[in-house]
């Protein structure tokens, strides 16, 4: 299947937006000076921890929620 110069495009304006997003995301919650190693590394380690936990995702989720409302505010 062929994908149109049109559809590539979008793909790739998305992608970027994608990767614009989780930087400033990455910066907002005092992470922007990490180490690419240190930051790779620690979001592979709470990606393990995360999956096999239920009571983590919520806590992590009611975590992000209120600082994501906390930025809205700002």
């Given at each position: 299947m062929?994908?149109?110069a049109r559809e590539k495009n979008k793909n790739r304006?998305?992608?970027l937006?994608?990767?614009l997003m989780l930087g400033d995301t990455v910066i907002?919650?005092?992470?922007?000076?990490i180490e690419k190693s240190d930051l790779i590394g620690l979001l592979m380690d709470a990606?393990?921890?995360y999956i096999e936990?239920?009571?983590l995702r919520m806590t992590v989720?009611?975590?992000g929620q209120e600082h994501e409302r906390g930025e809205a505010g700002s």
């Open positions: 062929r994908v149109s304006r998305n992608l937006r994608r990767r907002s919650t005092g992470l922007g000076d990606r393990v921890r936990s239920p009571t989720r009611k975590r």
